[in-house]
């Protein structure tokens, strides 16, 4: 696992190249070194993946911080035109209001087998 400082500089630099192409293992890199910090960063975008946006989506229901989601995901509708750029269609428990509502995202395949699209910071 990253430290915490480390982390905050990859995040820092990584955030300057939005436009970069990003290879499966550049951003497994990247999303790790997301999840290696406790606090939720904004909504942005990490690079471009098989030419397509990823972006850090981070969500909070009625209590903020304490349920916030943050998804790793393409900016692609799921369903065909996920499967047609080799991405995942997954159902996350995003929160809304006071519930928690599925909703479908695209992940990138490789972070998707991996387990390492969705976490919730404020909750470990």
């Keep these: 696992m990253l ?12 955030a300057g190249a ?3 192409p990003l290879t499966d ?5 990247r999303a790790n070194a997301v999840m290696a910090v406790k606090e939720a960063p904004a909504d942005r975008i990490l690079g471009l993946h098989k030419g397509t946006p990823v972006i850090v989506d981070v ?4 209590v903020c911080p304490q349920y916030t989601v943050r998804i790793i995901r393409y900016v692609i509708d799921p369903g065909p035109a996920c499967s047609k750029l080799g991405g995942d269609t997954a159902n996350i428990g995003v929160p809304m209001g006071l519930l928690t509502r599925p909703q479908a995202f ?11 699209f969705m976490d919730q910071p404020y909750q470990r």
Excluded: E
């Design 25 to 29: 293992a550049d951003l497994v890199a």
């Design 106 to 116: 695209c992940i990138p395949h490789v972070l998707y087998g991996k387990q390492m």
């Design 3 to 14: 430290s915490r400082a480390v982390a905050l500089l990859l995040l820092t630099t990584a």
């Design 59 to 62: 969500r909070c229901g009625d």
């Design 18 to 20: 939005a436009t970069d």
